[in-house]
């Protein structure tokens, strides 16, 4: 198997002295998905994990899944389980006819620290709709009524949800995927190239009026705090750039598009995940002609390093 070629993309100091270094690989293209710039190994293939679910929605609204705006943001989340979002993921089945009996997800705790906390306050044990991808899975459930598939066994590979999520992840990627395995949260989840990524997510931020690429984008513009949550640097990110899409996947991926069609994506090699948006942050800086652009994402480009509860280090992005 051969290992990509990452590269450095951020440090930790403590100090003088470098503490520690991410590697990953990082690329941008262009409004037309031709790469810009490029660390790392951007054409080797991984997974995009969560990365993947405004795709995934993409191809459920062609497919003629009517949602809500709020229920289609959710439908391309990573969300944090408080009770909005549980009822929203809940509101996508009872429209289709169904309950979270329908799920296929695993169970889990809410994702986001205070949700979590609050639920289990109320002593509340593992569900699938507290899970992280309720709102995937319930988009996904509803669309099986809507084309008169059957709900059950949605995840089975023979199931042709499966051969939708494929082919609409190829189409918007512009390339063949390579290997196939199971998400966490039991989907499908393909090897692409992180150019693919980024092109994809530059395409679905500039997308056309009247298209499903454009009908999610705006979801998510308009719903920051359904595609994460209260607290968390996806929500916070959207809110700062005005037309900025941003999603984030297990295993330290970060995918984002520009209005402009500018696309982003990173992949920081052991999985970690507290360099992911200095180091996409840094990106946009680079990117964007605006100051007021270069301005909101500031407050995203280092986290402290604290020593004695004070501010010791920081981690940053490695400057060329």
């Not at 991410?22 to 080797?44: E, F, N």
């Not at 669309?143 to 066994?153: A, D, Y």
């Not at 520009?258 to 052991?270: F, Q, V």
Request: aromatic residues 4%.
């Amino acid at each position: 198997m051969k290992l990509p070629a990452h590269a450095p993309l951020a440090v930790q100091t403590r100090g003088d002295a470098v503490e520690s270094i991410h590697y990953g690989s990082l690329v941008t293209t262009g409004p037309d998905g031709t790469v810009t710039s490029s660390i790392g190994d951007a054409r080797a293939g991984f997974y995009p994990r969560s990365a993947l679910k405004p795709l995934f929605a993409v191809g459920l609204v062609r497919a003629g899944l009517a949602l809500s705006s709020e229920q289609l943001a959710l439908a391309a989340a990573s969300h944090s389980g408080s009770e909005r979002h549980q009822r929203i993921a809940a509101s996508t089945l009872a429209d289709a006819g169904l309950d979270a009996s329908a799920l296929a997800n695993s169970t889990d705790l809410p994702y986001g620290v205070e949700e979590q906390k609050a639920w289990l306050r109320d002593g509340n044990g593992l569900t699938r709709l507290a899970q992280n991808c309720s709102g995937k899975h319930a988009a996904l459930a509803s669309l099986c009524v809507t084309r008169g598939w059957p709900v059950q066994g949605y995840l089975d590979t023979s199931h042709p949800i499966n051969e939708l999520l494929r082919s609409t992840v190829e189409e918007l990627t512009g390339e063949a995927v390579g290997a196939t395995s199971t998400d966490g949260c039991g989907t499908p989840v393909y090897t692409l190239s992180l150019v693919g990524m980024s092109r994809a997510f530059g395409r679905l931020a500039a997308a056309a009026d009247g298209t499903a690429e454009r009908a999610v984008a705006d979801a998510m513009r308009a719903h920051p705090e359904l595609v994460a949550g209260e607290g968390r640097d996806v929500t916070a990110i959207m809110r700062a750039v005005p037309g900025l899409i941003a999603k984030d996947g297990f295993e330290g991926i970060q995918a984002i598009g520009l209005p402009d069609g500018t696309g982003l994506a990173l992949k920081i090699s052991d999985g970690g995940d507290r360099a992911r948006m200095p180091v996409a942050a840094a990106a946009l800086t680079r990117l964007a002609d605006d100051r007021s652009v270069r301005a909101a994402v500031e407050p995203f480009l280092s986290v402290g390093a604290l020593g004695g509860g004070e501010q010791v280090g920081e981690l940053t992005a490695v400057t060329a």
